[in-house]
């Protein structure tokens, strides 16, 4: 991937929907230098797809953050079933380190963040949590390219 890729790849962050003509003009190129690239980061698995943003992921849910998990013993896979049971989890990550999950929040109010995080922690196996709330989401397209 070369820098002509990488400007593509910025572009297309800021506007996934733009027009194969207006990505020419914003890169310097022409639009069969456009089109090949964008088939050849799709073909090659570098663009894996494209997704949408919806307003309500941004405002119907103003309280999100994330929920890091100390797991006792092999609880890993019961814990994960409970926690995919609670509509206010929009995903579970398992990872490495001092935590053994980490789980991604979001709902209407602190009151209710508030009774979820109870009932996380009295799941049977969790024996630590730490818990961080999203101030402010800065997303890849926010970002002026160079």
């Known amino acids: 991937m070369d820098g002509t890729d990488q400007k593509l790849i910025s572009a297309l962050r800021h506007n996934g929907r733009a027009a194969i003509s207006d990505l ?5 190129v022409s639009r069969a230098t456009v089109r090949t690239r964008l088939e050849r980061l799709i073909e090659s698995g570098e663009i894996l797809g494209f997704s949408v943003i919806l ?16 797991i006792e013993g092999r609880g890993t896979d019961r ?6 049971g609670m509509p206010e989890i929009t995903a579970i990550h398992t990872t490495n380190g001092k935590w053994d999950l980490v789980v991604e929040l979001a709902t209407d109010a602190l009151s209710t963040l508030d009774g979820v995080l109870r009932k996380i922690r009295l799941i049977e196996g969790i024996s630590a949590s730490e818990t961080n709330l999203y101030l402010a989401t800065k997303r890849s397209m926010d970002v002026p390219s160079y």
């Open 55 to 70: 307003r309500s992921d941004a405002f119907e849910q103003p309280v999100r953050g994330i929920m890091l998990l100390s």
């Open 24 to 28: 020419a003009v914003e890169l310097g």
């Open 79 to 84: 814990i994960i079933s409970r926690l995919r």
